[in-house]
């Protein structure tokens, strides 16, 4: 069963930024599509990035041309560029599959707030 640990959240202003990373166990991350999600309080979990093995790339409307997702193959790393934070970014971030293959890690918090 491949584990993943997130980190990089933390207390940012609007408009600042943060890198997220998160580090996977197991061969199987160098073949799967891997995503950032995030859950605000009181909603549900949305899929915010994804890029598949060869480097395909998708976002959520909310935040293209603010994140970069990317991944190391290499290091079984994925990583999470967010620039120009906003409020409404506040929320956990996860990382995982797509679709959702593996157990959910404690995800690193992330507060945009001035």
């Known amino acids: 069963q491949v584990q993943v640990v997130e980190s990089g959240g933390g207390l940012v202003q609007p408009g600042g930024s943060l890198r997220l990373s998160c580090a996977a166990s197991?061969?199987?991350?160098?073949?799967?599509?891997m995503a950032w999600y995030r859950q605000a309080p009181g909603k549900q979990r949305e899929l915010v990035a994804s890029m598949t093995s060869f480097g395909i790339t998708n976002y959520a409307d909310s935040v293209k041309g603010r994140f970069t997702i990317s991944r190391d193959n290499a290091k079984n790393t994925c990583y999470l560029q967010m620039n120009s934070l906003k409020p409404e970014d506040t929320a956990v971030y996860s990382c995982?599959?797509?679709?959702?293959?593996?157990?959910w890690g404690q995800g690193t918090q992330v507060t945009v707030s001035s």
């Open positions: 995982n599959a797509v679709p959702v293959s593996f157990r």
């Open positions: 197991g061969r199987i991350f160098s073949i799967s599509t």
